[in-house]
């Protein structure tokens, strides 16, 4: 059963142009599924029942997996067995009646105005390590970008003139994002002192490199997220996603539509985005009975 999983694995990649990320969590759900069935004596796709695949999520549950992990899991088989169906590999779907547990959503957690000021000028400098740091959380702030969508920026998807950044997000999605002033001054700061030093002799269009000069990784600007937040005196729980939802949140609580926001996150569904309508309102809720005389 493994070459059907590399098989659909192929498919999200060439036919759905799936992320690397997201095609990397269908390999290790669907990995874990087909090890479960193998021990049950399962060893064909079309002996695969319902029963079999509640037995697998059982085992999830009583190993301690959260509930949205659990949910993305049943996806990851939903998917799989769409495309086994669909290949005419198999003559049914047995994750068709299975449901997907609701867990409840988490707020996610953001950062004050005062915080984000406090984290980029602590990434503030003149070396080219610092120019190049500062260009980062400045362009992740003003354009709430995903971490992986940094790192893949190239030199030609920044247009500082123009105002805007070309973006490609999940599922290669374009889309075409404002830039603020001081974000593209940090920027352009880094393009014309930072990157050539960084560089060396290397020759190619990534925006932001490590010292090598290669392509910064994702685990990269994560370790320099994480030492700017402790050279900020920030404590809260900080991610890289982290100034994404900031940026959404401030953009919201500041009066902008919605729809707009979506835009620029690159969210396919509104719902999605409207999770952080919740973090604003929650934030109000705050105020008011903080300041309120009679709250």
């Known amino acids: 059963m493994y070459n059907e999983v590399l098989d659909f694995i192929h498919y999200c990649q060439v036919e759905k142009g799936l992320s690397t ?8 759900d669907l990995h874990h599924y087909i090890s479960h069935l193998e021990k049950k004596q399962v060893t064909s796709v079309e002996n695969i029942e319902r029963s079999h695949i509640v037995d697998f999520l059982y085992t999830l549950k009583e190993n301690g997996r959260s509930a949205s992990t659990i949910a993305r899991t049943i996806s990851s088989i939903r998917a ?3 495309f086994l169906l669909r290949e005419q590999r198999s003559k049914k779907d047995p994750s068709e009646l299975v449901e997907i547990p609701r867990g409840e959503k988490k707020l996610p957690d953001v950062l004050t105005a005062s915080e984000v000021e406090k984290l980029l000028a602590a990434s503030d400098g003149t070396t080219a390590f610092a120019l190049r740091n500062n260009a980062m959380l400045e362009l992740m702030y003003a354009a709430g970008l995903r971490v992986s969508e940094l790192c893949n920026l190239e030199v030609g998807d920044i247009h500082l003139q123009m105002g805007f950044i070309h973006c490609i997000g999940k599922g290669n999605k374009e889309r075409i994002i404002p830039l603020g002033k001081v974000a593209a001054e940090a920027v352009e700061r880094y393009i014309h002192k930072g990157r050539p030093y960084l560089m060396k002799k290397k020759r190619h269009e990534i925006l932001f490199v490590n010292h090598h000069g290669n392509q910064l990784s994702r685990q990269g600007f994560w370790k320099i997220l994480k030492s700017t937040a402790e050279k900020a005196n920030i404590t809260k729980k900080l991610t890289p996603h982290t100034l994404r939802h900031s940026f959404a949140t401030h953009l919201l609580e500041n009066g902008a ?3 707009a926001v979506q835009e620029m996150l690159g969210h396919a569904d509104i719902s999605t985005t409207q ?3 919740h973090v604003s309102n929650h934030k109000l809720k705050d105020i008011y009975l903080n300041f309120h005389p009679r709250a």
């Open 257 to 259: 539509d919605l729809r």
């Open 275 to 277: 999770i952080y309508t």
């Open 21 to 28: 990320n997201t095609t990397s969590s269908y390999k290790r």
């Open 80 to 82: 799989f067995h769409q």
